[in-house]
C-alpha cells in the first residue's frame, strides 16, 4: 500500500477518528510526493477584485489553499464555462501549473489523484456532492450552510463518520483568533453565566427586479446546475448569485451569512443540540421582484434549559446595533459581550467602556489560525477530534436556519424534538425537513 492510498484508508480509532503513525505523518509532511491534489467546485462568477483579491468563494478556495504547503489546486469546476478562463489563470499564477476544467461534478469521484473537493457551490449540490464524495473516499471543504434542509445535513453526519472522511464546515468566524479568544472568556465564567444570545445581520440588498425566462446562454449548463432542484426554464434571476433567494436552490440571507453570527452565538453558549422551540416573523419588504426568500426575518429560538436565541436579518436600510452590520451579542447575568469578525468587547455591570477587548490586530501573527492549512493538517493527520469545524457543527448551525425558515413558511410557532430531529405533531412543518430529489441527481437511501 503506497502513501497516498494510506491516507485514504487510514487506520480505525476509537471514536471514528483516524490516527496516522509518526513516521507516515513524517512522510507525508516532509515529501514532496505526498502532495494533496485538491478540485474546487463552483467557481462562482467572475466579480471585480478587491484589494487586489478575487471575489467568489470559488476563487477564494483557489487563493487560499495556495497558503498550505504540498497542497496544489489539479482542477477546477463549474457548470458554466464562461468561468473557466478566469479561474485558470488564476490557478496558474499561484500553484504554476495548469488544471484540468470539469464540467460534469461526478467526473472528479472516479479521479485517484483527487484528494480533496472544496465546495463553493449552491446550497442545494451541497448535501448530495459531500455524500458522493464521502462515498468516493474524498476528504471535503463544504461552504456554509452544509444543507438545503435539515435531513441532508444528518446524512452527511453519517457519511463522513461511515466513510471516516474529513468533511470542513465553511464558518469561518471559528478560525478568528480573536473572536476564539472571546469564547474562550465566556465559556471560563469571566463575564458570568450567559441567558441570551442575539445574532444581527444587516446586509443592504438592491431589488432584484422582475426578469422573463430566456434561452440558456451559450456555455451554461442549466441541468446540472439545477441538478436536484425541480427543473424550471433558465432566468437569471435564478442564476449565479441570485440564487440564493430562490426556495429552490438558496435559503435566504440568514443562512447564506446570518449562519456565521448564529454559529458564533451557539458556540458561545455551549449549546451541542437543538433548540425545542422557534418563531419566526417576517417576509419580503420594499421589494417588487422575482425574490422568495424574506429580506426581514426575525426569529427567537428556545433551548430545553430555558436559554434563548435571537436572530435578526435586515437587508434593507438599517441602524447598525452594536456598531456593526454583522454582530453577535452574549448576555449575561454580570455584562454582556459584543463579538464580530474584528475581535470583542466585554461590558460589565452598567459601565459604559469595555472591561476587556480585543481586536483583530492585537493578535501576534503567529497565533493566528490559518483555517486552510488547518483543514490541510487533519487531513494529513487524521486528527478529527481536534477539528474545530466538523460537519456536525456545520449541520447544527445550519439546522438553526432551516428552522427559521420553516417557522415563517408555516406562519407559526413550532416545537421540535432535538432527538428525533423532527417537529411535534405537526406533518406541514415537517414536509419542510426533506425535499423531493430530481432524477438522476438522486440522495442515496442508504449512506
Known sequence: MNRRTFLKKGTAAAGGMIAAPAFI???????PNERINVAVVGISGERPRVRGI????????????????????????????RLFPAAVKETEKLYGTSPKTVIDYRELLDDSDIDVVSLATPNHWHALQTIWACQAGKDVYCEKPVSHNISEGRKMVQAANKYERVVLAGMTRRFDRAVHKGVQLLHKGKLGTPYMAKSIIYAYRESIGKTPDSSIPEGVHWDKFLGPAPYRPFNKNRFLYNWHWMWDTGNGDIANLGIYELDVARWALEKETHPVSVHSSGGVYGRDSDRETPNVLTTHYEYEDGMLLQSEVRSLYTNYEGGSPRTTIIYTDEGWMEINGGGYRAYVGREEKPAFSLSADDVPEDETINGWQEFIDCIRYRNIDSFRNNIIEGHRSA???HLANISHRTGRKLQFDPDTEKFVNDPEANGYLYREYRAPYLMPETI
Do not use: F, K
Not at 25 to 31: A, E, K, P, Y
Not at 61 to 79: E, F, K, M, S
Open 399 to 401: 439546522a438553526l436556519c
Open 25 to 31: 505523518r513524517n512522510l507525508v509532511s516532509d515529501s
Open 54 to 81: 478575487p471575489r467568489g468563494r470559488g476563487m477564494r478556495h483557489i487563493l487560499g489553499y495556495a497558503q498550505c504547503p504540498n497542497v496544489r489546486v489539479t482542477a477546477v469546476c463549474d457548470v458554466d464555462e
